[in-house]
């Protein structure tokens, strides 16, 4: 059991699980704003044992450093990679303190927000048509750059609609190609596909100004991944181009925030896995977390 486990800022813990939080804790202490720098997270983790953190702060070697008596730390956010988090977890490892992260939470919102934003660029429903008659999903030449939990459901939904859907990956996943996927090299996805997504893991760039060229003009370009799959000034230069579109749910997955404001991009800075049903799943997954350090101790 925990002396005393604190919520450094919102997490996105359902009532419930802010409940059930207490049976794992003498004290438990929730703060509802983000903290302004390392000063106040650790002023705010004080002396607690066990810390909760989404992704909007850091909690880097400084603070771990002034907070020795922390032993466990919970994101409630997505950990991709020891790279890519917003825990020091290499510091964390050296000094005993477990460092555990979830995953595949806010998925299907995900494939909704996709498939929404597709469907009224392809049908021009309050919005600008992408080509002259309004267009259906079948027979579209889709790619799907990156084949994780969220590229695999996207790859699935647009199949389902009739898509003619392809992926690249780093792997070959041969039980989507069995079950009709068509795996091709990134240069020719680029090439071929009208519309593509880069459902990739934080901090990875795989499209530069090279890609960008081989992607050409006229097309519609997704980003689902936390922050930007591509390099900004290449995107950029793409979208000025013109004829091309540009879709993502937030200015992180954009990029630079001034490019919001330019007519080819549709960004409407809300988070599209975060829903009802993604909070819940993603509170169970914080507290099996919970369970599963203690059960180790």
């Avoid at 027979?139 to 609609?161: D, N, Q, R, W, Y």
Wanted: hydrophobic letters at 40%; aromatic letters at 8%; glycine letters at 10%.
């Amino acid at each position: 059991m925990f002396r005393k486990i604190v919520a450094i800022e919102p997490v996105s813990l359902v009532k419930e699980a802010e409940e059930k939080l207490r049976m794992y804790a003498e004290e438990v202490a929730f703060y509802g704003d983000i903290p302004a720098d390392d000063d106040e997270i650790v002023r705010r983790i004080g002396d607690a044992d066990g810390v909760l953190v989404s992704y909007t702060s850091r909690i880097g070697r400084e603070v771990l450093e002034r907070c020795p008596q922390v032993r466990y730390v919970g994101m409630c956010c997505s950990l991709y990679s020891e790279a890519s988090a917003n825990v020091d977890i290499a510091y964390a490892r050296e000094h005993g303190i477990t460092v555990l992260g979830i995953r595949d939470y806010g998925d299907r919102g995900v494939v909704e927000f996709v498939l929404c934003e597709l469907v009224r660029l392809l049908h021009g429903y309050d919005r600008p048509m992408w080509r002259e008659l309004p267009l259906e999903i079948t027979g579209l030449k889709t790619g799907i750059i990156g084949l994780g939990v969220s590229g695999a459901m996207i790859a699935e939904a647009l199949m389902f609609m009739g898509a003619d859907a392809r992926y690249y990956s780093r792997t070959r996943k041969e039980d989507r190609e069995a079950a009709g996927l068509r795996y091709q090299p990134l240069d020719q996805l680029l090439r071929e596909c009208d519309v593509v997504f880069t459902c990739l893991n934080k901090n990875v760039i795989l499209l530069d100004g090279e890609a960008f060229a081989q992607l050409g003009n006229g097309k519609i370009l997704f980003n689902t991944s936390i922050g930007p799959g591509h390099d900004v000034k290449a995107l950029e230069r793409w979208l000025n181009a013109g004829g091309n579109t540009f879709v993502c749910d937030t200015i992180g997955a954009l990029g630079d925030p001034a490019l919001a404001e330019n007519p080819a991009v549709i960004c409407p800075g809300v988070s599209a896995g975060r829903t009802a049903q993604a909070f819940e799943l993603l509170s169970k997954k914080v507290l099996d977390n919970i369970r599963t350090f203690l059960g180790t101790q």
